[in-house]
């Protein structure tokens, strides 16, 4: 699939999970697919395990920072009806307003004494608008402050027309059905694109972390199956606020599976290795002095190696060394990534599922900017790049 194309369509983590499984299904009857919710580990078999197989898996995660909407998000004001939203891990809260935005999720619901469910996108645009200049003077001088819980009601209709929202998703369902719950986000509606004078970079919301997403599944989808090794791609939900859900790298959902398929786990261990994929922080070119001067990544300069004393990365000098022997062996750029030892770092999946598993982990990375904004940036080489490491680690 079009990495514009992807990245349009996967709009909540849900919808993420069947753009995948489009990418994925046509792979090769040796392909086992497993989901659960917004998460998906897609499988390939060995030609022939043994005590000598081991597991190459690499993982991202389906979620993103957004405001979601409410059980009860139904407010009016000023002749508008507004909805509550409730902010979903960190997003940088002032590029949400002034964007068009859209609407999509599952809705869950009863029909004939069952509960089925529905995954939709909403056809119109929401807005948040903000305060205007002359009733923010200093907004300039100040800085815009956001508060979350006051400054992020979304207009959505005119008073006049439908009172609740729940009456709009109630419309989606099919006839005779009866909305029980919904799991319903706002998301940026404008396309993905190509930006820069050379057509060099990439404009999109949802990059951390789909683009990880479609790099994985690219080279998965075209790999042939191993000789004895495992092939393995996993996609968790809920790395945004940590992990620990039953969709989450933090939860048995990846461990289950492997031990579906290896009753005798302790094997895969020694022979095993798994890319953690994440985006990285590039340097800002505003902003050069928030990064550590050695270890600053920029865009276009190839996949990021992150590395972080507190562990806040799972990587080690063992993956490390085995990742840097991958991308000399395939000519792949690389550069690394070190935090500000003043600032705090984050983290990713790796560190969960290395502790988990006990394979040797790896975390590495696009380099972007406007991380965590609604609108974000990253380089069309660097996710070609990626898409060739992973397709040299799954050979």
């Known amino acids: 699939m079009n990495f514009l194309d992807f990245l349009n369509n996967s709009v909540t983590p849900y919808h993420t999970v069947e753009n995948l499984k489009q990418l994925l299904e046509p792979a090769g009857a040796e392909i086992k697919l497993f989901e659960r919710g917004g998460a998906l580990i897609a499988v390939r078999l060995p030609r022939a395990a043994s005590a000598e197989s081991g597991f190459r898996i690499a993982l ?3 979620d993103y920072p957004t405001l979601k909407i409410t059980p009860n998000p139904d407010c009016s ?21 002034d964007r068009d935005l859209g609407y999509a999720g599952l809705l869950a619901y009863e029909l004939q004494g069952k509960v089925q469910t ?6 119109k645009l929401f807005r948040i608008p903000q305060l205007a200049v002359h009733l923010n003077r200093n907004v300039n001088q100040d800085g815009l402050k956001v508060n979350p819980q006051t400054d992020l009601n979304a207009l959505w209709t005119a008073i006049g027309g439908k009172e609740r929202f729940a009456e709009a998703l109630s419309a989606e369902l099919p006839l005779g ?18 930006g820069g004078f050379e057509d060099e970079w990439i404009y999109s919301g949802r990059l951390d972390n789909l ?10 989808a075209k790999a042939e199956p191993s000789e004895k090794d495992f092939q393995v791609a996993a996609f968790f ?5 940590g992990s620990n859900t039953r969709e989450g790298a933090a939860g048995n959902f990846l461990k289950s599976v492997l031990d579906s398929l290896t009753p005798n786990s302790e094997f895969r261990t020694p022979n095993s ?6 985006m990285a922080h590039a340097c800002h070119p505003n902003f050069v002095a928030k990064h550590e001067p050695n270890h600053a990544p920029v865009l276009g300069g190839g996949i990021v190696l992150k590395v972080n004393a507190q562990k806040r990365y799972a990587s080690d000098v063992f993956s490390n060394a085995q990742f840097k022997l991958i991308c000399e062996q395939n000519n792949i750029q690389y550069q690394t990534f070190v935090m500000r030892n003043d600032m705090p770092c984050g983290s990713t999946v790796g560190p969960a599922v290395s502790a988990s598993l006990g394979i040797p982990t790896v975390d590495i990375g696009e380099p972007m900017l406007s991380m965590h904004s609604i ?21």
């Open 60 to 62: 991202a995660h389906t």
């Open 77 to 97: 004001a000023a002749g508008v009806r507004t909805l509550h939203p409730e902010v979903y891990g960190s997003p940088i809260l002032a590029s949400w307003l």
């Open 118 to 123: 529905k995954l939709f996108r909403g056809e």
């Open 177 to 194: 059905a009866r909305l029980l719950d919904f799991d319903v986000q706002l998301f940026d509606a404008q396309a993905a694109q190509l």
């Open 211 to 220: 683009s990880s997403c479609h790099a994985i599944a690219e080279a998965f």
């Open 237 to 241: 939900n809920n790395e945004e606020v």
């Open 273 to 278: 290795l798994a890319l953690s994929i994440d």
């Open 375 to 395: 609108r974000e940036m990253t380089a069309k080489k660097d996710h070609q790049g990626m898409i060739a490491l992973v397709s040299a680690f799954y050979l």
